[in-house]
């Protein structure tokens, strides 16, 4: 899943930058799927941080982890890491993704 994450954020930083120097023409496409790779990336961003507090999740918390809680509070904290780690590029993505689409909207006049 992080693998898939990555790949969709390339992406959608690719069509960004494409939506940024593309005629007038082909930015409509472009637009949507800017849109699509970017919830795609959410989504494989939810996954994979789901995927991997489960796969390390059993590590931390044992069997006897019901007696130890500050276990469990680890296991939450290195969840929330983990979301926050792999959430940054995901915004600066979306951000960039946001600008590109604002800049060349057309202008009222």
């Not at 951000?95 to 800049?103: I, P, T, V």
């Amino acid at each position: 899943m992080p693998a898939l994450f990555a790949t969709f954020l390339l992406l959608a930083l690719a069509l960004a930058g494409a939506i940024a120097f593309s005629t007038e023409r082909s930015r409509r496409p472009l637009k949507w799927l800017l849109l699509l790779a970017l919830l795609f990336a959410w989504g494989s961003l939810g996954l994979a941080v789901k995927q991997i507090v489960s796969r390390t999740g059993s590590t931390l918390v044992t069997p006897g982890g019901v007696q130890q809680p500050h276990l469990i509070e680890q296991a939450a904290r290195e969840g929330w890491m983990l979301a926050i780690s792999l959430g940054g590029p995901a915004l600066l993505a979306t951000a960039l993704g946001w600008l590109s689409l604002k800049a060349t909207r057309p202008r009222k006049r």
